[in-house]
């Protein structure tokens, strides 16, 4: 079983940047694949970004490639997201979720774990 903690919740204007962290507990962290995922109102659950295990590869949705950075510190258990260049339709709940395969997918039932999702409000 692996738990998952999102952090970095806050409000920020059009134009700014946020820093989300996902904590996973286990000591098999460093052997999955971490997706970051976001759920707007009313609307479904998206893929935002993965990584490979060994940080060797990342995958990014087209609407936040160039502005969005996924990284992890597997001696820390910890995966961010860094996001620069926010727009208001970044607004959502963000989830970190982990692949047990150890190979970044953009598909959400490729995921076995989730985190609770952490909000992020972009105001204009």
């Known amino acids: 079983q692996v738990r998952l903690v999102e952090s970095g919740v806050g409000t920020v204007q059009a134009g700014g940047s946020l820093r989300l962290s996902c904590a996973g507990s286990?000591?098999?962290?460093?052997?999955?694949?971490m997706g970051w995922f976001r759920q707007a109102p009313g609307k479904e659950r998206e893929f935002v970004a993965a990584?490979?295990?060994?940080?060797?590869?990342?995958y990014y949705a087209d609407s936040v490639k160039g502005r969005f950075t996924i990284s992890r510190d597997n001696a820390k258990n910890t995966v961010y997201l860094q996001m620069n260049s926010l727009k208001p339709e970044d607004t959502a709940v963000y989830y970190c979720?982990?692949?047990?395969?150890?190979?970044?997918?953009?598909?959400?039932?490729?995921?076995?774990?989730w985190g609770q999702g952490t909000q992020v409000t972009v105001s204009s």
């Open positions: 286990g000591r098999t962290f460093s052997s999955y694949a």
């Open positions: 990584i490979r295990c060994n940080s060797g590869s990342s």
């Open positions: 979720a982990a692949e047990t395969t150890g190979w970044e997918s953009s598909r959400e039932d490729a995921y076995a774990y």
